[in-house]
């Protein structure tokens, strides 16, 4: 069986982990060795997968199929991202000079609706998430949702982070104030 190239070492022992295959590898091995463990595990007819994944994979046929088709994670080639990167400087410039269409790139509102319909399908891009969080506030744009399209891995991640912010909140110690009377800034 051959793996498709756009997963990577990292991609493929994630993989393995969150479906609990039973694939011994060492971190010490190679892509290749880790394609090449996969892919004799997969002769086996009778594979148990985690039920619950993100990857919404049920059974073998569908492991299969996810590991010969391209990884969705990489889905832009790095001329592509450039170009969404540059559109979201522009749109952070626009929201940051007061939603002013004057002090920005664009000339109509209209542009500004089909960049943000062309880049929120890239939502894993934090840039792209920045924009559409920005957008919101903008009271030209308060009948459009600009929900950016996040991948289940991203979104799990940034799950774990904001849990992990409302539990151990930001606190800033200054060093320069007395030990009697230390001065605390909270950020919210």
Known sequence: MIIHKSHSKTDLTE?????????VFSHQ??????????????????????????????????????LQTKNPKKSLTIKEKEDVMKICKSIIQYCKNNYDLDCCDYS?????????DFIKQFGDIP????????LKD?????GNSFTPLISPQIQKDLEQKNKIKKIY???????YSTPEDPIIVYFD
């Open 127 to 134: 840039s792209v998430r920045r924009c559409c969080k920005l």
């Open 169 to 175: 909140p930001a606190k800033l110690l200054i060093r």
């Open 15 to 23: 993989l393995i982990n969150n479906l609990n295959l039973r694939i």
């Open 29 to 66: 091995d190679n892509k290749k060795n880790i394609q090449d463990k996969l892919s004799e595990f997969l002769k086996n007819k009778k594979i148990n997968i985690e039920k619950n994944n993100f990857y919404k994979i049920k059974n073998r046929d569908d492991l299969i199929l996810f």
């Open 138 to 142: 903008d009271i030209n744009f308060s």
């Open 108 to 116: 109509t509102l209209k542009e500004i609706e089909d960049d943000m």
